[in-house]
């Protein structure tokens, strides 16, 4: 029979198979050759104590022995969600519009129902994008379509690559997320380590592997191809027009927009789609030295431990009074500030890393909460305003010419005779340079 055991504790020291297998013995009784571990379902860091850190791991075994011991481990069956029935109804050839992550998996679901999709993507395939991304880096010159916001992959494709949420961990459906990513190329330890990752590097080669999957079975990817408008009869979604000229008719049409494609809401919502307003938040991005994350998250005994990498850390605080929160989110150890504009004359920045996170800069964003009183407006589409009104100004804060604006963070704090006056800093290519070596801690301009 196959249990779950939980509560297993191991010292990162000592981390490995044959401790698992003795915590395992010592946990339940089992004698060691009596059981055999068949899958890691949880592995996380436990830092509460600097003085000894902790992995805290929930594991499968498998079992011969008539043993239940409810405190220490249970029954454990895998489970499957089953889709069938929702794509059943599905005849005609269905159309995606978007090849970001949500368009990727509607595909890769698609084609496991027997479905062969029609993809259109406004941007570019991951290469060709990949190009076009480069040269915003080194000669600033934007392609509204091919960045790192439109094309094959999405803005996950230039990333810190995260795969996990604040809720749902370790349900049926993430984990079929997780199992699908190690499918098309990502490190197995994905599925059961504690907040994974995969870094932008690893996640181009997974876009183009499933890429090659979907054409491999009969799905059809058009790059540079928006819609441009939706063909209604009747009350109904009967098809879409691509680039104000090639109508393409379908049944069941499923849109995986990206957040960034406003112009696309904006006529779906003048064709009647039904669209009511949610909640953003707004804010910047903090940069700091990883050694100065480290220090404080490892202490003295841990930093530079093997294995540990550069510290993450999440900070939220809620003002009931006035129903509004400030939470730092995406935050990138060992990563980059990235230039992500995909508008002209409008700036927003994100943060990525690369699989190794080996950045001597680590960064997370910073942001408010909104209500819809702060847009202005009642309207559905008022929060595209109001964003886009904080992305102009920060545009031209950064002189017009796609330089992030950014200052020391004691000087935002007012606390060295900066005031909270914006300093701009000229950016290289998609990362600030650090110009202010005595503290070097930045805030970049960054928008949600």
Known sequence: ??????????????????????????????????????????????????????????????????????????????????????????????????????????????IDHGLEPLIFERGKGIEDRSVDVERFMNE????????????????????????????????????????????????????????????????????????LYILERGGDIHYSSKMTDIIVEDGAARGIVINEEQEVLASTIFVALGHSARDTVEMMCSRGVAMEQRKISVGMRIEHPVEVINRMRYGSKYDGF????????????????VRRGVYTFCMCPGGEVVNASSSNGMLVVNGM?????????????????????????????????FQQDIEQKAFLAGGADWSVPAQNLMNFLGEKGGGHSTTTLVSKGLSLQKWDISSRNLYALSFF
């Open 140 to 211: 600033r010159e934007l392609n509204p379509e091919s960045n790192i916001q439109f094309g094959e992959g999405g803005a996950g494709s230039y990333s810190d690559g995260k795969l996990f949420s604040r809720r749902d961990n370790n349900s049926s459906t993430v984990n079929r997320v997780l199992k699908t990513f190690v499918k098309f190329g990502a490190p197995p330890e994905i599925e059961y380590i504690s907040k994974p990752h995969l870094g932008t590097d690893v996640l181009c080669k997974i876009v183009r592997n499933i890429r």
């Open 353 to 385: 890393s690369y699989s190794d996170r080996a950045s001597p800069f680590s960064n997370g964003a910073l942001v408010v909460s909104c209500h819809a009183t702060d847009y202005g407006d009642d309207g559905p589409l008022a929060g595209f305003t």
């Open 1 to 110: 029979m196959d249990l779950l055991v939980n509560t297993i504790k191991i010292p990162i020291e000592k981390d490995g198979m044959d401790e698992y297998v003795r915590a395992v013995a010592q946990t339940t009784g089992i004698p060691p050759e009596k059981f055999s571990i068949i899958k890691i379902l949880g592995k996380a860091l436990d830092l509460r104590r600097q003085e000894q850190f902790y992995y805290r791991l929930s594991l499968v075994i498998n079992t011969d022995e008539c043993f239940f011991n409810s405190e220490t481990c249970v029954p454990y069956t895998e489970a499957v969600v089953d889709t069938r029935k929702q794509l059943t109804k599905i005849k005609a050839r269905p159309v995606i519009v978007g090849f970001g992550p949500a368009g990727m998996f509607a595909a890769l679901e698609l």
């Open 306 to 321: 093997p294995g540990l990498g550069a510290a993450s850390y999440s900070l939220n605080y809620t003002n009931r009074r």
